[in-house]
């Protein structure tokens, strides 16, 4: 379910572009200022609105920790705002003095792209805020643009109807010439970073454009033949031109504005129409997911924003399968829980499976739980549990090391096990490689590891990690359903 919380009326024309950070949402219009609200009330900031800007603007982000902002304008800038002071920390020039479109930071905000009206297309070196390469794209405008996950790679929409997918070095690797008749409007790729059947990286990209289309890619990146673009998903929830397209901070999510006034929401891996919102008076224009929150902000030429709350679904239960007590227990068995939930009857029951009889007298006799079973190591079943039998205790912390490696055995989704200890997640949050993981292990393993990915061996660029709201939401109604 899907419910309007407030709506935001401080703009006084076209909303252009909408963009959250970790606690703000921005929004810019053609009245040439830029706002910025708090998001746990939605007030605007004191130094709020921006008026930086001599014309119209585009576009606006947020860098990955939410420190600065971005907005693009027709006056040829692209304005680097401070978001503790509101003040501009750097105002740059677009090459050719063209309009400028449409700004994206990567996901490490190493980089910011910026595309012109002309075609140009600028990569900015964010640290020292100085220009790093240019492209160009002929007889067409810059309109859309969005990094991957890994931040090596980034695509560009125009409106000539193309997508177009560059390297760091503005190498031109990739065109999906015609992806959408009439123009493309707008592109994001998914957070996440996907691995093929044959090994080679993917990712999911959205587009929408001139057409009345939504569509989803997949891009992969393949060793010998360079890069594939293959058509998963088109989707036609919207009767007119879809100008605005973006995905929730798990990718689980899509969420598009069109000219017919409406707001979509759609299951992404699937391309299923979820929702569709009917609170604009004109066209929407704009649209984004929060990363921390289950927020949509929504802006329309009606010169207002809506805010929307996707609201976490319930399970019907019966009387059995709402019992959390021992009762309860006994009906889910210990196979429907969490190790680190497991009680000491558990543990027991999970011994015999295994052919462990001769050690449950003492497990039984020290208490151990499903934490306290995850935590024993050769060195406490000796000193501890005093388990003399060598072959005996390497048995036992086989059993223990399977038990952390395999899913769970009653058909627990695998993207609800964190890839590093493989239970359930608790508090899913999303790393600079775009997997998810629970908090305690992927920081746990980024404070004793190299900084790179549990799942791709790749550096991460850094070590910021996003509350996955969505999943969460998910994982609780999946367990609660059980």
């Not at 006084?12 to 040439?32: H, M, P, Y």
């Not at 585009?58 to 990955?64: D, G, L, V």
Request: net charge negative; hydrophobic share 35%.
């Amino acid at each position: 379910m899907v419910s309007l919380i407030c709506t935001l009326q401080s703009h006084r024309d076209d909303v252009n572009c909408c963009a959250f950070s970790g606690s703000l949402l921005a929004t810019c219009s053609a009245d040439k200022s830029v706002c910025v609200y708090s998001t746990r009330d939605f007030s605007e900031l004191p130094f709020s609105p921006l008026t930086g800007h001599g014309y119209g603007v585009h576009c606006c982000c947020f860098s990955a920790c939410g420190q600065y902002l971005a907005s693009c304008s027709t006056d040829a800038t692209t304005v680097v705002w401070s978001m503790d002071t509101g003040e501009i920390e750097a105002v740059l020039e677009h090459p050719g003095r063209s309009p400028v479109r449409v700004c994206a930071f990567s996901p490490d905000s190493s980089y910011l792209v910026s595309g012109g009206s002309d075609g140009t297309i600028a990569l900015w070196d964010f640290t020292s805020r100085t220009l790093r390469r240019t492209g160009a794209v002929t007889d067409t405008s810059i309109v859309a643009c969005s990094f991957t996950p890994c931040a090596q790679l980034f695509i560009t929409g125009s409106t000539y109807g193309d997508l177009r997918l560059w390297d760091l070095n503005m190498n031109h690797l990739h065109a999906e010439k015609n992806a959408h008749d009439l123009g493309v409007s707008c592109c994001q790729f998914a957070p996440q970073i996907m691995k093929g059947t044959d090994g080679c990286v993917q990712f999911q990209l959205a587009s929408c454009g001139q057409d009345s289309l939504l569509k989803i890619w997949i891009v992969s990146l393949l060793s010998a033949a360079g890069i594939k673009m293959q058509l998963a998903h088109t989707l036609t929830g919207q009767s007119a031109p879809v100008l605005s397209c973006a995905y929730s901070a798990d990718g689980q999510m899509l969420v598009s504005g069109s000219v017919d006034k409406t707001v979509t929401v759609y299951q992404a891996n699937e391309g299923i129409l979820l929702y569709t919102l009917n609170q604009h008076d004109r066209y929407v224009t704009a649209c984004a997911f929060s990363p921390t929150a289950p927020l949509i902000a929504t802006g329309s030429m009606d010169k207002s924003v809506n805010i929307w709350r996707v609201e976490d679904g319930s399970c019907a239960q019966d009387e059995a399968a709402s019992v959390s007590s021992s009762e309860g227990r006994k009906s889910c068995g210990h196979s429907r829980l969490m190790v680190s939930e497991w009680s000491e009857e558990d543990v027991l029951a999970w011994l015999r499976e295994e052919g462990l009889e001769s050690v449950i007298d003492v497990f039984k006799s020290n208490n151990i739980d499903g934490e306290e079973l995850l935590s024993l190591t050769k060195d406490t079943l000796s000193s501890e549990l005093h388990i003399e039998s060598l072959g005996l205790r390497s048995k036992v912390m086989k059993k223990i090391e399977e038990l952390k490696m395999a899913p769970m055995s009653n058909g627990t989704p695998d993207e609800y096990l964190c890839p590093i200890t493989r239970e359930i997640m608790k508090d899913p949050v999303i790393a600079a490689d775009g997997y998810s993981y629970e908090r305690e292990a992927i920081e746990s393993w980024i404070n004793t590891k190299s900084r790179t990915s549990p799942m791709t061996n790749l550096p991460l660029q850094t070590t910021l990690l996003t509350p996955n709201r969505t999943l969460k939401m998910a994982i609780l109604r999946w367990t609660t359903c059980q």
